[in-house]
């Protein structure tokens, strides 16, 4: 029994084009997680330092963290969702291979600064 890959191979560098340019916004909803995480939770068990100037409350903030990644999310889905169907990639395989490659910017821009 054989595999048609020329699917796979066709569709590839679109599924990583895709994932790698929303991976450049997908930076924010990353920052914002990190924002609220790093003065809330982290920060109430010592992990991490308080932002000194931060005296409004969280609360905007998670909504705010939600409401963004929420959008990128549904963004994200939306996009990839044509191209997987066109890979010949288990779905189980497809989709944590396209968020670790959206990933890849913001792994970049950290490692960057």
Not at 39 to 52: I, Y
């Amino acid at each position: 029994m054989s595999v048609n890959t020329g699917r796979m191979w066709k569709w590839l560098p679109v599924a990583v084009g895709v994932n790698v340019l929303l991976g450049v916004p997908g930076v924010v909803p990353v920052w914002l997680l990190w924002y609220y995480a790093s003065n809330g939770p982290l920060a109430s068990m010592g992990w991490t330092s308080r932002e000194p100037t931060e005296n409004d409350g969280l609360f905007f903030w998670l909504v705010a963290a939600v409401v963004v990644n929420a959008v990128f999310l549904l963004v994200w889905w939306f996009a990839n969702r044509p191209v997987r169907r066109r890979m010949a990639l288990d779905p189980l395989v497809y989709w944590p291979a396209g968020a670790l490659i959206a990933l890849v910017p913001t792994f970049i821009l950290m490692l960057v600064l």
